[in-house]
């Protein structure tokens, strides 16, 4: 076994065994419930060009059956983008966040999405993507919900810090600063542990300058059922649906 593959393992390993011990689970007293477990993964598209990518992840927002995300197009990282940095700023529009178990980051306003949930994780969650390509994914947080269907899940970044091959520092831009939008619909389940996989990847601009984006063609919901003594696997849906 090769070094890279070892520490490769053991970085995944690590960030994983992180993730379980440090996030929340929020419990819903009286209601059906089921879990769900975001995790994260990189497709290649210009990741070849650092030597580490590492996203902060402080919590996620979630929007039940008629919330708004506050993202401003659809634009998806599979097209090319040659606009200018406030191209793809969102609307400031003022929104009201749905109630979660955090209490909300400074992106809310800006996003402008409203009827949202938002669940801030016990203590970010740092995941290099460099580390995340050909199918490895790292989980980021997992937490008991009630039941009921959710049209996209947004991903709440505060930081992102790139490293070039060479060594120098790359500036890595966000979609409006604004968080990473996944509009594909998934379930809670009774019982069951849905995995919501969230895609995305850097996008060299013409400026020089990267711009982190969703892929959408990436997306993956998985459900497992809890009692193991049932006899199907779990569903697999991988979504095609849009992602800003």
């Known amino acids: 076994m090769t070094e890279h593959a070892l520490s490769r393992r053991t970085y995944l390993k690590a960030t994983g065994a992180a993730a379980l011990g440090t996030t929340g689970i929020a419990g819903c007293v009286g209601r059906a419930t089921g ?4 995790s994260v993964t990189d497709q290649p598209a210009d990741i070849a060009d650092f ?3 590492v996203v902060t992840v402080e919590g996620i927002w979630l929007g039940p059956e008629g919330a708004e995300s506050g993202a401003d197009g659809n634009q998806t990282a599979d097209e090319p983008d040659e606009t200018d940095e406030t191209a793809n700023e969102t609307d400031e529009t003022e929104g009201d966040g749905g109630e979660g178990d955090g209490e909300e980051g400074d992106d809310e306003e800006a996003a402008g999405g409203e009827g949202r949930e938002y669940h801030a994780f016990d203590e970010p969650q740092e995941a290099d993507l460099v580390q995340l390509q050909n199918g490895e994914t790292q989980l980021v947080d997992e937490r008991e919900l ?11 970044i ?5 490293t070039l091959e060479g060594g120098e520092a790359a500036e890595v831009d966000r979609p409006g600063e604004a968080p990473l939008t996944f509009n594909a619909a998934f379930e809670v389940r009774e019982d069951t542990r849905t995995t919501f996989t969230a895609d995305f990847a850097p996008i060299r601009r013409g400026n020089g300058r990267y711009l982190l984006r969703p892929v959408p063609s990436g997306i993956e919901v998985t459900y497992e059922e809890s009692d193991e003594s049932e006899e199907s696997g779990g569903d697999t849906a991988e979504s095609d649906g849009n992602a800003s």
């Open 158 to 162: 505060s930081n992102v810090e790139g």
């Open 51 to 53: 030597e580490s990518l």
């Open 146 to 156: 009630a039941v009921g269907t959710y049209q996209f899940l947004q991903l709440d």
């Open 35 to 38: 879990t769900l477990a975001t």
